[in-house]
């Protein structure tokens, strides 16, 4: 059917219609439970969640069409075209922040998040374009795939940053959210991490494969990402260490 993992990559298939299928799932799952009425890892951000989840599953199911088919259709050219895409790609980055402030710090309401989570977005497109000219002033013209290899790397070290030191302020009597968004950002880096070695082996090494492994962080992205928050959220995993932690004080 397709005459190359790159061809298969390329295709709707793969990039429209399969991301589809876990959020549609998740949107019904969620209709048919709504609400959840368990507290959730951190009761203060459970209506969070359920403000979240739906919204950001929607805009899952936006995306990949809206940058695909639609642009297509809408004979989109550049550089609009590549700004259209960049608008998602930074909005999925925001996803991210927004659902880390928001459990982290429930009490300063949805608005400062929402704030917070907007100021962080900026920081890697804009190490990743600058990391990108650095490259081409010192070494001449790239592929066009690299401003991505930086991206990706770079989203990847601040994950790690906000595991490493953002997490360890939370307070101990919250040892069940520290757990949670420890989660969620070991999550994140898989899913870059990936994408940058996918990349790597198909600039560097010219590896048609390379394509067939960038489809794993891509449902990784758009398909699980709300299943995976909403769900390890409402986790009864988290219960007994909430309480063994309360029983040892």
């Known amino acids: 059917m397709f005459a190359s993992w790159a061809d298969f990559y390329k295709s709707d298939i793969q990039s429209v219609y399969a991301p589809w299928v876990a959020p549609t799932v998740f949107l019904?799952?969620?209709?048919?439970?709504?609400?959840?009425?368990?507290?959730?890892?951190?009761?203060?951000?459970?209506?969070?969640?359920?403000?979240?989840?739906?919204?950001?599953?929607?805009?899952?199911?936006?995306?990949?069409?809206?940058?695909?088919?639609?642009?297509?259709?809408?004979?989109?050219?550049?550089?609009?075209?590549?700004?259209?895409?960049?608008?998602?790609?930074?909005?999925?980055?925001?996803?991210?922040?927004?659902?880390?402030?928001g459990v982290l710090a429930p009490e300063r309401g949805i608005a400062a998040a929402v704030r917070r989570a907007a100021a962080w977005t900026l920081i890697v497109p804009v190490v990743a374009w600058s990391v990108r000219y650095g490259l081409e002033w010192r070494y001449g013209s790239l592929p066009s795939q690299t401003i991505w290899i930086s991206y990706e790397v770079a989203f990847f070290a601040i994950a790690l940053f906000l595991e490493r030191r953002a997490l360890p302020t939370i307070d101990f009597r919250r040892y069940e959210v520290r757990l949670y968004l420890r989660a969620v950002l070991r999550y994140v880096q898989l899913y870059y991490a990936l994408w940058a070695v996918s990349d790597l082996l198909i600039v560097l090494r010219g590896v048609d494969w390379g394509w067939g492994l960038r489809a794993i962080p891509n449902q990784l992205y758009y398909g699980l990402w709300i299943p995976f928050v909403y769900l390890s959220f409402f986790s009864r995993r988290y219960a007994p260490i909430n309480r063994s932690v309360h029983a040892a004080r």
């Open 28 to 101: 019904v799952f969620w209709l048919l439970a709504q609400p959840d009425r368990r507290a959730g890892v951190e009761p203060r951000a459970a209506r969070f969640m359920q403000i979240y989840a739906p919204l950001f599953a929607i805009e899952t199911i936006l995306d990949p069409y809206a940058t695909g088919p639609l642009a297509r259709w809408l004979g989109f050219e550049e550089p609009f075209a590549t700004l259209w895409m960049v608008l998602f790609v930074l909005l999925g980055d925001f996803r991210v922040y927004l659902l880390v402030f």
